[in-house]
């Protein structure tokens, strides 16, 4: 049963369960500091295929094949896939699952889309419309080059704010019932905020008000204090965005520092040249899949806000000279001892 606790969090009574999970990346980002952490790193970014798009797609297929099998699961045990990527009409996610025979729910939050698909997905299962399904995002820095800026041969110089799109994919399985430990307690689904921000170079600033918005939302409607939980991340406000919603938080005289990180943040070391840190549908997705998710597992988290954020632009509106807005969906993830 879903109940709407406070303003516009859901509360979920059966609390679906995370089956598996899997994150697949490419070489920079198993590079970086969490690398170790990954259950896939390739060494051929192009991972063999013709084309980048054709790439991302191979990554995304990656991660939903190695969640499933890490949970002894089949295609054929999935009643949805949830997928969602940065491509126009989410091609990547749609050529990732054209032969897997399943019902296929395209998904487009920008960076935001893992939390999107959890969320919904969560709601499916908790409502009794899905037994299992797989939420997935993906993202690969050179197809995103080629769609927002340039193509790569142009050599265009990349200004201190601009964040990576990261090479990489997650997926998480979701289920009604199971042995899994960790569980979706909680949803909610953010509203688009936008505040005049048009640089698409400084996406940070233009999501992160999207994300006090909906951070302190859920805060609120739980009657919750940061400290109430173990970590609270966001992906992906990068170094600069992150920065402005701890500015925000502290105007209303709250610390979120201590249990506070973001994905674009932890995915690259600074040695590793990505600007203002990470972005990508695949950046969250592969973190969360990855490293927080294993935390969980092992008990270094027991409880976690995943707040995925977006910035909702196209390549049309930004040459427009269209505003950018942010928008942010989050999850509370919880570990179960028994």
């Known amino acids: 049963m879903i109940e709407r606790t406070g303003q516009r969090t859901l509360k979920f009574g059966k609390k679906p369960v995370l089956l598996s999970h899997a994150a697949a990346v490419g070489k920079k980002e198993g590079d970086g500091p969490l690398g170790a952490q990954f259950d896939y790193v390739t060494e051929d970014d192009r991972m063999g295929e013709k084309s980048w798009e054709l790439a991302e797609s191979r990554l995304q297929k990656t991660a939903i094949e190695m969640a499933l099998k890490k949970g002894a699961l089949q295609k054929n045990d999935l009643d949805?896939?949830?997928?969602?990527?940065?491509?126009?009409?989410?091609?990547g996610s749609f050529l990732a699952s054209v032969d897997s025979n399943v019902p296929y729910l395209g998904q487009y939050g920008a960076c935001s889309t893992m939390a999107q698909g959890l969320a919904l997905g969560a709601c499916l299962v908790e409502g009794g419309a899905a037994r299992r399904l797989v939420a997935s995002a993906s993202s690969h820095f050179c197809s995103a080059e080629r769609q927002y800026r340039f193509p790569l041969a142009y050599g265009g110089q990349r200004t201190p704010t601009a964040q990576w799109t990261a090479t990489a994919a997650g997926a998480a399985v979701l289920g009604c019932k199971g042995s899994g430990s960790l569980r979706v307690t909680h949803a909610l689904f953010g509203k688009m905020v936008e505040l005049g921000v048009k640089d698409a170079n400084?996406?940070?600033?233009?999501?992160?008000?999207a994300a006090y918005d909906t951070l302190k939302t859920l805060l609120d409607d739980l009657d919750a204090a940061p400290r109430d939980f173990d970590c609270i991340v966001t992906g992906d406000l990068g170094h600069v965005g992150a920065d402005i919603l701890l500015t925000l938080f502290r105007q209303d005289g709250i610390d979120l520092s201590p249990v506070y990180s973001d994905c674009g943040s932890l995915l690259f070391g600074d040695e590793q040249d990505a600007h203002a840190g990470g972005s990508g549908c695949g950046c969250s997705a592969a973190v969360l899949c990855g490293p927080l998710l294993r935390d969980m597992q092992?008990?270094?988290?027991?409880?976690?806000?995943?707040a995925g954020t977006g910035a909702m632009m196209s390549p049309t509106s930004v040459q427009q000279g269209q505003p950018i807005a942010g928008i942010c969906h989050a999850v509370v993830i919880e570990r179960s001892e028994a």
């Open 298 to 306: 092992s008990g270094k988290i027991k409880r976690l806000v995943f």
């Open 202 to 209: 400084n996406m940070g600033a233009a999501m992160a008000p």
């Open 80 to 91: 949805f896939i949830l997928a969602g990527d940065l491509l126009n009409q989410c091609i």
